[in-house]
């Protein structure tokens, strides 16, 4: 069993930034893909970032090219995505989820998720 806890979310202004967290615990492994959606109300969850945990190789949907950032630190089993200049179109409930397979951009290829933590950006 893999547990996935998010945090870091919160009521931010238009152009403001948040770093959200993701910590893993349980068995891990370094073979995973760990990405990042995150899902409107009324809308389907979408991808946003994946990397590989072990090799630190990453992707970004074009959305948020150039404005996110994935990252991660191996030693503490914590994923991160800082996310710059938002809007309110990046308003969500942001999950973060775990694959056996690489840089998988669908939800469906995903074997673990976690609960999700909220950011709404305000004009």
């Known amino acids: 069993q893999v547990q996935l806890v998010e945090s870091g979310g919160g009521l931010v202004q238009a152009g403001a930034s948040l770093r959200l967290s993701c910590a893993a615990s349980?068995?891990?492994?370094?073979?995973?893909?760990m990405g990042w959606f995150r899902q409107a109300p009324g809308k389907e969850r979408e991808f946003v970032a994946v990397?590989?945990?072990?090799?630190?190789?990453?992707h970004y949907a074009d959305s948020v090219k150039g404005r996110f950032t994935i990252s991660r630190d191996f030693a503490k089993n914590i994923l991160y995505l800082k996310l710059n200049s938002l809007t309110p179109e990046d308003t969500a409930v942001y999950y973060c989820?775990?694959?056996?397979?690489?840089?998988?951009?669908?939800?469906?290829?995903?074997?673990?998720w976690g609960q999700g933590t909220q950011v709404t950006v305000s004009s």
């Open positions: 989820a775990a694959a056996l397979r690489p840089v998988p951009d669908r939800p469906e290829m995903y074997n673990w």
């Open positions: 349980g068995r891990t492994s370094s073979d995973y893909a």
């Open positions: 990397m590989s945990w072990i090799w630190g190789s990453t």
